[in-house]
């Protein structure tokens, strides 16, 4: 599955950006939909995942985005999405989406996802 990630940008933190996730020509429903972020010297953690069909709404969230992050799906477009409100300088990284048919116990491990996006930038200033 071929994705394009989009919606990153320079904000000054306490500020929101809405990142997205699209396959065009593709579907992914039945597939987990993952964001994940680098930072400079950093390895790629896990920030959010939302369940594929058939698993309810099931979403997880990493510690340090819950509360301020929403993943959420719109599958007609076959794009996932994530909200980030009341971004904080260390929320800077590049943002990674992907998509995996594994099981949802394993969604926070970037290894066991099968095809990524791109990477879009997000840059928070204090």
């Known amino acids: 599955v071929q994705l394009q990630a989009s919606g990153g940008g320079l904000v000054q933190a306490g500020g929101s950006l809405r990142l997205s996730c699209a396959a065009p020509?593709?579907?992914?429903?039945?597939?987990?939909g993952g964001w994940f972020r680098q930072a400079p010297g950093k390895e790629r953690e896990f920030v959010a995942a939302?369940?594929?069909?058939?698993?309810?709404?099931?979403?997880r969230y990493a510690d340090s985005v819950k509360g301020r992050f929403t993943i959420s799906r719109d599958n007609p477009k076959n794009t996932v999405y994530l909200q980030m409100n009341s971004l904080k300088p260390e929320d800077t990284a590049v943002y990674y989406c992907?998509?995996?048919?594994?099981?949802?116990?394993?969604?926070?491990?970037?290894?066991?996802?099968?095809?990524w996006g791109q990477g879009t930038q997000v840059t928070v200033s204090s």
């Open positions: 020509g593709r579907t992914f429903i039945n597939f987990h």
């Open positions: 939302i369940a594929r069909s058939g698993y309810g709404s099931s979403t």
């Open positions: 992907a998509v995996t048919q594994i099981l949802w116990a394993y969604v926070e491990d970037p290894g066991r996802y099968t095809s």
